[in-house]
């Protein structure tokens, strides 16, 4: 909100486990988590969203497009 993230900067799961990301935004972007390869589309004030489960393990950067600022990373292990 207001160009702050609000998020802790490190996320730590098991591999196996299912993860679930809930964003929240005040602009338009994207999420993007690097490695899955996965996307979120984010519509001002709407609450998305994206289940999954961790199956690679490593540290993945979980990113906003086009603004290219790193919202969080998801650490699997």
């Known amino acids: ?3 702050r993230i609000e998020a802790e900067r490190r996320y730590e799961v098991s591999f196996g486990d ?3 990301v809930r964003v929240t935004s005040d602009v338009a972007e994207e999420v993007h988590l690097h ?3 996965l996307y979120l589309q ?3 004030g709407a609450e998305v969203t994206l289940t999954f489960e961790a199956r690679l393990p490593g540290v993945w950067e ?3 497009h086009p603004s290219h600022r790193e919202l ?3 650490q699997v292990s």
């Open 1 to 3: 909100m207001d160009g």
């Open 18 to 20: 299912t993860v679930e």
């Open 35 to 37: 490695g899955y390869d």
């Open 42 to 44: 984010l519509e001002p």
């Open 62 to 64: 979980a990113e906003l």
């Open 72 to 74: 969080f990373q998801l």
